[in-house]
């Protein structure tokens, strides 16, 4: 077994125990850590992928924003404190028969697959970042500014109804 084997297996391991904490608690400030080195498991994957563009994304966009927000938003909200997440049974027989089936198709799928080929010598393999910065700066341009005006109106959007006051009620004194 060699150091990539044993490196991919533990991010495996760090994201599968991670993600199954993070259904399984009931507080959620131990879900959204959980949650967290679940995504940093992912992130560790696609770098070993070569996928370095995906890897920095999922830690920029995922750990850097999402679950920061969501953190802050748990930790800041004073009405929810020790907020305990409740499941009923009858979700529960469902959702373990679904697990159940896409578990053994997985492991079916690992199991008939042919996962080595020693025929195949390695090619060398360019970084992502590098090719998807020439299609978005050449081939896409135009979609891809639009994407973003889109997206900045929709923030702006989002700003401007968040802090449309409502209309205060009086009360006359008597």
């Given at each position: ?11 495996a ?10 259904v399984?608690?009931?507080?959620i400030?131990?879900?959204?850590f ?9 992130a560790?994957?696609y770098?070993?992928?070569?996928a ?6 999922q830690i920029?966009?995922y750990?850097g924003?999402i ?17 305990d997440?409740?499941?009923s049974?009858?979700s529960?027989?469902?959702s373990s028969?679904?697990?159940a ?9 690992f ?6 080929n020693?025929?195949?010598?390695k090619?060398q393999i ?6 998807l910065?020439?299609?978005l700066?050449t081939?896409?341009?135009l ?17 401007l ?7 205060a ?6």
């Amino acid at each position: 077994m060699s150091l990539f084997d044993i490196v991919f297996y533990g991010f495996a391991l760090l994201t599968v125990v991670s993600a199954f904490i993070t259904v399984t608690t009931r507080n959620i400030m131990y879900a959204s850590f959980a949650l967290m080195f679940a995504f940093f498991g992912v992130a560790g994957i696609y770098v070993l992928l070569n996928a370095d563009f995906l890897a920095v994304t999922q830690i920029l966009v995922y750990v850097g924003g999402i679950l920061v927000l969501l953190v802050f938003g748990v930790m800041l909200t004073n009405k929810m404190t020790k907020v305990d997440i409740k499941t009923s049974v009858m979700s529960t027989l469902p959702s373990s028969i679904i697990v159940a089936a896409l578990l053994g198709t997985m492991l079916g799928l690992f199991w008939s697959t042919q996962w080595f080929n020693n025929g195949i010598q390695k090619q060398q393999i360019d970084t992502t970042a590098k090719t998807l910065g020439q299609l978005l700066l050449t081939d896409f341009l135009l979609p891809f500014e639009i994407s973003s005006v889109v997206l900045l109106v929709a923030i702006v959007g989002a700003a401007l109804i968040a802090r449309k006051e409502k209309p205060a009620e009086t009360t006359e004194s008597q």
